[in-house]
């Protein structure tokens, strides 16, 4: 008899509760460049409520409710907020977290690390107990076992705690069980790195397939190669280092690869930023690793990540020497060209963790590199980190472009950026989940 009363009242209450959960916040006089492709659009209000773009148009044609934060947008720029798509969080540490937002990343794809301690980070981000961005989130990685039991046996104490949780996959029952057992923690995507064998690689992805377990690999060797890759259906490609086998394919199956990555559901993340940062000059690095560069960027270090990297400087002996390395990111460069020319679909990330990338302002960079290194045009650099990310996780329609309906992760810019991609960086407000997260006024860059 009641019944329909107290559910009456309870529906009141949660509709209440949603209405004054988030004040409305209209952005007014902004250039939108929405990500779509389209043209950026002056004059334009964009309305936000409850964590979702609401309305995008032109001024004076968006109601803007009672109660609604304004916030004066004239001479500045608006694009979707951005992803990291290829982060270590528990190299970064908790207290990280901030830096990130603060660089206008509200979205990131952690490729490995501590599942149970990030977990809880992205819950508490979630709530807004810290801040930090959307994670999406891998776990332990799945290695090569030959390789893992090597580098295990250098006994690089900082190191210990990470090769401890990767997975070594030799055989094909390996590779089905590492496969199982991180279905079952309920991850967002599997990482492999080192790809074990041909048969126990081909039987990894097929056990992937089967949970519908997205997979992110490093380019897997030559006797499996891009085709086998393709194959098998990795579904990303992260760095470039192997790309190089793309120039040495014939010319008529490197025009069939090309057009075939660019078809498939397949995206690669150069980590460029990361590559590039193997020939930064030895001292430089020794200095950014021990806290005496006077690099303004290294602020933004955290202590876990200082550490991070000087447990890799323990390591450096076994680097490829800088020559043959060169050569492999010359050539990696030269394949991405071609797979580009051919529209294969980028994502861009960064490798956080690696020596000596700061947060943040990493991504910034590697938006840098996508456009003078690779020849993307600004929008297209802007899309690898907004986006094409979305896409790669299906969330297309939901994040990723300023429209309404999407999710309200936006980049408040006092310079275009697509006039000069370096204008990524002059950040004058972000907003994370409906929120404005922070303002700055009058900075520099
Ligand atoms: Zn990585």
Request: glycine fraction near 18%; proline fraction near 3%.
């Given at each position: 008899m009641f019944a329909p009363v107290v559910q009456a009242l309870l529906a009141a209450a949660a509709l209440t509760l949603t209405v004054h959960a988030q004040t409305p916040v209209a952005i007014t006089g902004v250039t939108v460049i929405?990500?779509?492709?389209r043209a950026p659009q002056p004059g334009t209000t964009v309305l936000v409520r409850d964590g979702r773009i609401v309305a995008v148009g032109r001024d004076g044609t968006v109601p803007i409710p009672a109660r609604t934060q304004r916030i004066?947008?004239?001479g500045k720029y608006l694009i979707a907020g951005l992803w990291?798509?290829?982060?270590h969080l528990s190299a970064l540490?908790?207290?990280?977290l901030p830096t990130l937002v603060q660089h206008g990343i509200t979205s990131v794809r952690d490729l490995g690390g501590n599942l149970a301690t990030v977990r809880t980070w992205r819950d508490a981000a979630e709530r807004g107990d810290v801040l930090g961005p959307r994670m999406r989130l891998a776990g332990p990685i799945v290695e090569n076992a030959f390789w893992l039991k090597r580098v295990r046996e250098l006994g690089v104490a900082g190191l210990a705690r990470d090769l401890e949780e990767r997975i070594p996959v030799s055989t094909d029952a390996d590779a089905v069980k590492a496969v199982d057992s991180i279905a079952a923690m309920g991850v967002d995507v599997l990482k492999l790195r080192n790809a074990p064998g041909t048969s126990a690689y081909a039987a990894l992805l097929a056990a992937a397939q089967r949970k519908g377990l997205r997979v992110a690999g490093h380019q897997p060797n030559r006797s499996i190669g891009l085709a086998g890759a393709l194959a098998a259906g990795q579904r990303s490609i992260e760095h470039?280092?192997?790309?190089g086998e793309v120039e040495s394919l014939p010319a008529a199956s490197r025009d069939s690869i090309a057009r075939a990555y660019a078809a498939a559901e397949i995206w690669i993340t150069p980590t460029l930023a990361a590559s590039f940062?193997?020939?930064?000059?030895e001292s430089v690095t020794v200095a950014r690793v021990a806290g005496?560069?006077?690099?303004?960027?290294?602020?933004?270090?955290?202590e876990t990540l200082r550490a991070f990297w000087r447990a890799q400087r323990e390591l450096k002996?076994?680097?490829?020497?800088l020559e043959q390395y060169a050569g492999m990111v010359t050539g990696g460069l030269a394949g991405l060209r071609v797979l580009r020319a051919a529209g294969v679909k980028l994502m861009a990330g960064t490798?956080?963790?690696?020596?000596?990338l700061t947060p943040g302002q990493s991504l910034h960079q590697e938006l840098k590199l996508l456009v003078d290194?690779?020849?993307?045009t600004p929008l297209e650099a802007i899309q690898a980190a907004t986006l094409e990310p979305a896409r790669y996780f299906g969330q297309g329609d939901v994040m990723?472009?300023?429209?309404?309906?999407?999710?309200?992760?936006l980049v408040l810019l006092r310079a275009n950026p697509l006039a000069d991609?370096?204008?990524?960086?002059?950040?004058?407000l972000v907003m994370l989940r409906g929120r404005v997260v922070r303002t700055t006024e009058g900075g520099r860059r």
């Open positions: 929405d990500g779509t492709g004066v947008g004239r990291d798509a290829h982060v540490g908790r207290d990280g470039i280092e192997g790309l940062g193997r020939f930064v000059a005496t560069s006077s690099d303004a960027d290294l602020s933004l270090v955290t002996a076994y680097d490829a020497p490798d956080l963790g690696v020596l000596t290194s690779l020849g993307l990723g472009t300023v429209e309404p309906g999407r999710l309200a992760d991609i370096r204008n990524i960086g002059a950040i004058d």
